[in-house]
């Protein structure tokens, strides 16, 4: 992992984004903002409904294929304005400078075409290759992703891989034409452990290599510890703390982080399990003030007030939406105590 200071690769700014419903138009993220810099791995962390994905999508100019819209905000990569791009410039940039590696592989890649030819059709839209330079560089893009015999299973299709091996292929299509920004959609889940720590070391050696910038989509927080240099974390539609990796982890400024963080099972523990009681609120359900204070055991009634609490620059790294950050102390967990498992120890 590593750090990086000056002008960001992706900036991110009091993004907005809506999408229709019976009772009208309904935001389901608002006012995201954050940055990830040149050769840099960030974390998007939050359970299902936090608007991960959605901020993930708005960046590569897909929210309108699922029907949204960007209603506020601002997404700079690599010094251009990307809100209100042309789907033309938009086409031009997905794949060749912004890739995404979509959750569940297997419904991802076409059941009909071999991956060869659908790794080879990255390569002749972007960069012009003719079908027999993208065939020999597909080859070449599996053997680097460690796809045994790649000369030879180039020719198969998607159901005759494994799911780690489908996680390699859609690995392959993404950096085929060397963006300079991967995002990376929960691309561990439904693998077992030890495949799960081939695609983290895979993705590792990638940017190593090439630089590339990485933002990893997750609610695994033992994988973020492992592969993130800093962590942003959303909670119904918002982001609710940012900081580095380790000074997250060791001393989370929002309740909700410290829930999550209490939630890891830790092997010889005897403490029981910390559950976070209900579930997100959807969008449009209306909740005054701090959007997690029907689950959080620290809120009081200011808390629940109509004034939606801004995230407050805590340090040079580190923020948080809490109204009692300065009040109250949480429980971390070390970096360290979480094993490639993904089971933390005592």
């Given amino acids: 992992m590593k750090t990086t200071a000056g002008t960001p690769l992706l900036a991110v700014n009091g993004l907005?984004?809506?999408?229709?419903?019976?009772?009208?138009?309904?935001?389901?993220?608002?006012d995201v903002s954050f940055e990830v810099g040149h050769g840099e791995t960030i974390g998007l962390v939050g359970e299902s409904g936090s608007g991960k994905t959605v901020s993930s999508l708005a960046v590569l100019g897909l929210v309108g294929h699922q029907g949204g819209r960007?209603?506020?905000?601002?997404?700079?990569f690599d010094g251009h304005e990307l809100v209100g791009s042309s789907q033309r410039e938009m086409r031009h940039r997905r794949g060749k400078?912004?890739?995404?590696?979509f959750q569940q592989a297997v419904r991802s890649l076409n059941p009909a075409y071999t991956v060869g030819d659908q790794i080879g059709e990255t390569l002749r839209r972007h960069l012009g290759m003719s079908r027999r330079a993208a065939r020999q560089r597909s080859i070449e893009l599996l053997d680097r992703v460690h796809i045994p015999d790649a000369a030879r299973r180039v020719r198969d299709y998607p159901h005759m891989f494994s799911g780690g091996m489908l996680q390699r292929v859609m690995i392959a299509v993404a950096v085929a034409c060397e963006p300079k920004l991967l995002f990376a959609d929960e691309p561990t889940t439904a693998l077992d452990v030890s495949v799960q720590a081939t695609v983290l070391e895979l993705l590792e050696d990638l940017q190593r290599d090439t630089g590339i910038s990485i933002v990893f989509i997750s609610h695994d927080l033992a994988v973020i510890a492992e592969i993130c240099d800093r962590v942003v974390v959303m909670y119904a539609g918002q982001v609710v703390e940012q900081g580095s990796a380790e000074e997250l982890f060791v001393h989370p400024e929002h309740p909700y982080t410290a829930g999550l963080l209490g939630s890891i099972p830790r092997l010889g523990a005897t403490r029981r399990l910390v559950a976070i009681p209900g579930t997100v609120p959807?969008?449009?359900?209306?909740v005054s003030g701090c959007r997690f204070h029907p689950r959080c055991p620290y809120a009081m009634a200011r808390c629940c007030e109509d004034t939606v609490p801004a995230l407050v620059q805590l340090t040079d790294t580190a923020s948080s939406r809490c109204l009692r950050t300065a009040e109250i102390t949480l429980d971390g967990i070390t970096i360290e105590a979480i094993t490639p498992e993904g089971v933390g120890v005592p």
């Fill in 16 to 30: 907005t984004v809506e999408f229709p419903t019976t009772e009208g138009w309904l935001p389901v993220v608002e």
């Fill in 70 to 76: 960007i209603t506020k905000g601002s997404i700079r």
């Fill in 97 to 101: 400078e912004i890739s995404m590696i």
């Fill in 282 to 286: 959807p969008p449009g359900s209306n």
